[in-house]
């Protein structure tokens, strides 16, 4: 028998929790699917060695839902991903999101795990980040103070590291509608594919004017120390003609561009060639 | 604390220790060992039980967060003696060898059925991939799913 020794607080509303985060420590951690939390407190994990307090935010209608509302789509920070995958709006606008959100574990762990806890630990095989990253989002913090929106990129510091302070909770996942028809994908590969943790991810969205990249956004996820853009290679790609040795050459650039990342690992010799052809099998299947 | 929730149709309340686990309230407090401790980390889906309606890994979920909700175990499934058509399903494929996934391989199965009960092979596949099975593979059990379907439309078209 497990009881992972923390109180719980289940706040019913927004207002509640943060007056609650304001006057915690560090040692109250917030709680929505307990994919993270849950499993890191019954492993001894150290992120969680000193938590002592779980703010429990599932039963706060102010966090879920998904709308549209002045040319942004607005994602409530603990929706889960089957409530993501299962979204109209999300299918027709953001389908790298559904994409990347339909690759998380299991059906059991999309229906509890939320799309705010999946990059607010920023762990590097967080699958949706790419996918948020290409979509340029931003995310709206909230504390019993101040509301800030901070663009997603900006907030991710570094692998398990934040801007989130101390009394602020994640509130929603602001996209901006996308106005163009962007032609994209996402790609995950991992070890299987149910219940697998990303060894590498990668997410492209190309607008095409005839047949020259009008615009790219180009993301990665897990390969890298954490989801990021590039734009040294999108610049690079936008006004040239999408043609074949055009690709095979993007894709020997985003071999590099990561490795220059990374640095040289002991499993380079096998990530940077399946690098590059997922990310030229990608740009092949836009292109398509 | 003091929870209240409706397992398996009843209205039940209890003490309890507001983070234990779902899956350890549910065998300890009140003997429903039908469901399954595997991995403990929400891999393996021995512990699967639904929760509103959804399939979850119990081991994931702590009593406080149970308050209010309705939850649906292995035992909650036959109406008194007479099997649930998936279970009567499992056996009749030869899919229950063990015995230890199909709690939680019957449990997502239900969970399938009730929303979507016309599955393509592949929609089983995917409601079934949280739980492992270590014992008789997965086409008897994927048999069973359909088979149930099968019959279920038959049922309602009678």
Known sequence: M???MCEVLTPENLTDALQ???????TTKILA????VVVGKTQGSKRFADTVTLIDINRIEELKGIFEKDGMISIGAATTFSEICKSKLVEEKLPLLKKASSTIGSLQIRNRATIAGNFVNNAPCADTVPALLVYDASIEIKSQAATRNISLQEFLQGPYKTQLQQGELVTRILVPTPKQNYAGDFYKLGRRRAVAISRLTL??????????????????????PIGKRFPKLEEFAKGKVMTDNLLRDLSKKMGEEVLAVTGLRWSSDYKLPVVQQMFYQLLKGIER | MEIKFILNGKEVSTITEPSLRLLDLLREKFDL???????????????????NGK?????LVLAAQVNDSEILTIEGIAKGDELHPLQKNFLLNGAVQCGFCSPGM????????EENPNPTEEEIKDAIAGNLCRCTGYKQIIDAVKQTAKELKMEVKA
């Open chain 1, 2 to 4: 497990i009881d992972i």
């Open chain 1, 20 to 26: 609650l985060l304001a006057k915690a420590d560090s």
């Open chain 1, 33 to 36: 699917g307990g994919t993270d």
């Open chain 1, 203 to 224: 997410a492209v969205l190309i607008l095409l004017n005839g047949k020259e990249i009008a615009d790219i956004k180009i993301a990665s996820g897990a390969v890298t």
């Open chain 2, 33 to 51: 060992t039908g469901t399954k401790e595997g991995c403990g980390v929400g891999e393996c889906g021995a512990c699967t039980v639904l929760m």
């Open chain 2, 55 to 59: 399939a979850v890994n119990s081991c």
């Open chain 2, 106 to 113: 019957v449990l997502s199965s239900y969970a399938l059925l």
